[in-house]
């Protein structure tokens, strides 16, 4: 039998998308207004927030954990992780294998799934990207469908199926593509929780009724007219699409596991990206292998713009699968309490909440399932390691760093090139004189002076 795994600490200092950030994501604030609010909206306050987290995530001058070997006495530092949503490889990598093992567990009923995938058409998409509350109301019209195709099928009005469902705001070039992945079992319980199986789904009719919905919730919500709506109803092919996958066996646990990573997986892979930074360029490789080349301040603006707002669910949970059904499953099979005997115990936590803390405790159990490596694992004798300090203090931390010869930071590459100038004069070039003249004032100091490097 092979030696175990060691886990390798990261350097993210080393990747393409934490150079470009460092490189650019001062001069890409600056560049803002004049080059990208106008198709992005105003830089959100959650999208600085994040990044400037992302560049100290895994970087030992910000904090960091001890981690020390009882048996031989190994230490080794482990930096803090940003915890971000949909931005950080690494931190989303760790959010989907804990998303992955609490559908596993805690969710998916032993019945078939099957994955549906719900997209719009491509003029009201930017819709979307100007109310992003609408994407929540979106996965609502979707369970909808669910629900109406449901009721034709059975007689029971109390019938639902179980569904999860996942809004990404990104397509595989990174354009603003709006659509839902749900994992949706392949049938309903009615009222005596009994599961009935769905035929084979007739994807024309999800459409239709998709459609229906989708279009009576932008006109409700003043963002379409009835006109324009009818318009869209009479478009062959409408650009409404459901597309149902194949059933997968609740036996087939690695594909329901593929299934429930990929419903969740971030926006971007970082393992595909490429970055000159002689020249500020981004080559990223999509999933299907097309190239797309763009300066870094593009880049970081395309990127940026799939963050999600602070508190915006991405995953919701209907049917059979909703928190509701489930709460009240678990107290139905609760035994009844002593109506003589007075319990001061305290009450026991529900799935949700005992499973939040054995996630918290087993973090190493997840990196493990990432990287295929426990990071702790003692590299020199294979003993257990505990975590017996987090270090917080600045003072303590340059002085622990100092000791170790970690501090001195590696000497700086060459500053790469400014991209603001070259791009403000080509987009004054598209505006009237007095408008150009406007945008060079309110930039004038950003334009003629040198934007600060992220320093950390």
């Known amino acids: 039998m092979g030696q175990p795994a060691i886990y390798r600490q990261r350097h993210p200092q080393k990747s393409a998308l934490y150079q470009c950030l460092e490189h650019y994501w001062e001069e890409f604030k600056q560049a803002y207004t004049p080059l990208y609010e106008k198709d992005y909206g105003p830089l959100r306050p959650v999208v600085e927030k994040t990044v400037e987290r992302f560049l100290e995530c895994g970087v030992l001058r910000h904090g960091f954990a001890r981690i020390r070997c009882g048996n031989c006495h190994e230490e080794y530092l482990l930096a803090f992780s940003c915890k971000t949503r949909y931005f950080c490889p690494s931190c989303q990598a760790k959010r989907v294998a804990a998303f992955v093992e609490w559908v596993a567990e805690e969710i998916l009923e032993p019945v078939d799934h099957r994955q549906l995938v719900w997209t719009i058409p491509r003029v009201l998409r930017p819709t979307f990207r100007r109310d992003r509350r609408l994407l929540g109301e979106l996965a609502r019209c979707a369970w909808k469908t669910l629900q109406e195709y449901t009721q034709a099928h059975s007689p029971d009005p109390a019938a639902a199926p179980g569904a999860i469902l996942a809004i990404q705001t990104y397509g595989d070039q990174l354009n603003w593509h709006p659509h839902l992945h749900s994992?949706?079992?392949?049938?309903?319980?009615?009222?005596?929780?009994?599961?009935?199986?769905?035929?084979?789904?007739?994807?024309?009719?999800?459409?239709?009724?998709?459609?229906?919905?989708?279009?009576?919730?932008?006109?409700?919500?003043?963002?379409?007219?009835?006109?324009?709506?009818?318009?869209?109803?009479?478009?062959?092919?409408?650009?409404?699409?459901?597309?149902?996958?194949?059933?997968?066996?609740?036996?087939?646990?690695?594909?329901?596991?593929?299934?429930?990573?990929?419903?969740?997986?971030?926006?971007?892979?970082?393992?595909?990206?490429?970055?000159?930074?002689?020249?500020?360029?981004?080559?990223?490789?999509?999933?299907?292998?097309?190239?797309?080349?763009?300066?870094?301040?593009?880049?970081?603006?395309?990127?940026?713009?799939?963050?999600?707002?602070?508190?915006?669910?991405?995953?919701?949970?209907?049917?059979?699968?909703?928190?509701?059904?489930?709460?009240?499953?678990?107290?139905?099979?609760?035994?009844?309490?002593?109506?003589?005997?007075?319990?001061?115990?305290?009450?026991?936590?529900?799935?949700?909440?005992?499973?939040?803390?054995?996630?918290?405790?087993?973090?190493?159990?997840?990196?493990?399932?990432?990287?295929?490596?426990?990071p702790l694992t003692c590299p020199r004798c294979g003993s257990q390691m505990e975590i017996i300090a987090f270090i917080q203090e600045w003072s303590v931390i340059r002085k622990i760093l100092q000791h170790l010869q970690l501090w001195e930071r590696p000497p700086r590459s060459p500053p790469p090139p400014r991209l603001f100038p070259h791009k403000l004069e080509a987009f004054l070039a598209t505006l009237s004189p007095r408008q150009a003249q406007r945008v060079r004032t309110s930039t004038d100091s950003v334009f003629w002076d040198d934007v600060p490097v992220y320093r950390g």
């Open 183 to 374: 994992l949706v079992s392949n049938g309903y319980w009615d009222r005596q929780e009994q599961f009935h199986p769905f035929g084979p789904l007739d994807y024309e009719v999800l459409t239709r009724l998709f459609q229906h919905q989708v279009l009576n919730l932008l006109i409700s919500q003043r963002r379409l007219s009835r006109d324009f709506a009818d318009r869209l109803r009479s478009w062959h092919p409408s650009g409404f699409q459901v597309y149902c996958g194949p059933t997968v066996d609740p036996d087939d646990q690695p594909a329901l596991e593929r299934l429930s990573a990929y419903i969740v997986r971030p926006s971007f892979a970082g393992t595909r990206l490429q970055y000159q930074a002689q020249t500020g360029q981004i080559q990223y490789r999509t999933n299907k292998g097309l190239p797309r080349c763009l300066d870094a301040l593009d880049w970081i603006a395309l990127v940026t713009s799939h963050i999600p707002d602070p508190h915006q669910q991405m995953v919701r949970y209907y049917g059979r699968y909703s928190n509701a059904s489930r709460g009240k499953r678990r107290k139905q099979s609760l035994p009844p309490p002593s109506a003589t005997a007075v319990d001061s115990s305290p009450q026991p936590q529900s799935p949700a909440q005992h499973f939040a803390r054995r996630r918290r405790r087993n973090w190493a159990r997840l990196l493990k399932k990432i990287y295929e490596a426990d």
